[in-house]
């Protein structure tokens, strides 16, 4: 079985961001009743006044305030789906799995396009709450562990602070270049390690570039 994260590896943006964007052209109150919530949660966020999880409910909270949710996404994902890497379609296969901490609602549609599994942040878009923990760093390997799923033969990710599950794996990639140069992952020196921890301690959406 070979795993992907999603956004900035086999998808060459952050989807959650990009349909945020999406949505709000569509519906430009959200310009209002949004965007400078966000910014202002994101700005408290690196200022280490909220952490992680405060800061993602705020980001992904648009999905409460789409009530044509499921036209937009399939739309969305019509005009998007091509900019799924080549070289990942090339060597798809039936039994592969993205794990992502986007939210469910969003990475469904195109894995089910894709034919493939997945895992991602369950959300819920009435209560704009998470349902479980977010599915980030060591949350997708212990998901991948308590689950039972069978060995993972190649990981691929754009974000060192997916090493907990390249570790499990038994061979890993980092991806770069907007989901488009895939080389081996790091060797985990010291220094390495270091960035890990800084990664993980951060929050989501960090990627080596």
């Known amino acids: 079985m070979n795993v992907y994260d999603f956004d900035g590896t086999i998808y060459c943006k952050n989807s959650t961001v990009d349909f945020a964007f999406w949505c709000m052209n569509r519906h430009p109150s959200l310009y209002v009743t949004y965007s400078f919530k966000v910014l202002k949660a994101f700005i408290l966020y690196k200022r280490g006044v909220i ?12 999905l409460t305030k789409v ?18 890497s080549a070289w990942y379609l090339a060597q798809k296969r039936a039994d592969d799995l993205i794990i ?38 060591k949350e997708k390997a212990r998901y991948i562990y308590d689950q039972g799923f069978p ?3 190649n990981f691929y ?7 907990p599950l390249a570790l499990c794996a038994e061979k890993a990639y980092l991806v770069t270049d907007y989901a488009s140069t895939v ?5 985990l020196d010291e220094e390495t390690v270091e ?3 800084k990664m993980i301690d951060t929050g989501w959406s960090i990627h080596l570039e």
């Not at 009530?67 to 799924?84: G, H, M, P, T």
């Not at 469904?108 to 760093?137: Q, T």
């Open 183 to 187: 080389t081996d992952w790091p060797p």
């Open 100 to 137: 992502s901490a986007s939210p469910a609602c969003i990475i469904a549609p195109i894995a089910k396009r894709l034919g493939v599994n997945f895992v991602a942040s369950e959300y819920d878009r009435e209560s704009g709450v998470f349902v479980h923990n977010l599915m980030y760093a």
């Open 67 to 84: 009530d044509d949710f499921d036209v937009q996404i399939e739309r969305y994902w019509d005009k998007n789906e091509s900019r799924i």
């Open 151 to 153: 060995k993972i033969d």
């Open 195 to 197: 960035e890990v921890r």
């Open 51 to 62: 952490p992680n999880h405060k800061f993602l409910r705020r980001l992904f909270s648009f």
């Open 157 to 163: 990710s754009d974000s060192l602070s997916d090493t």
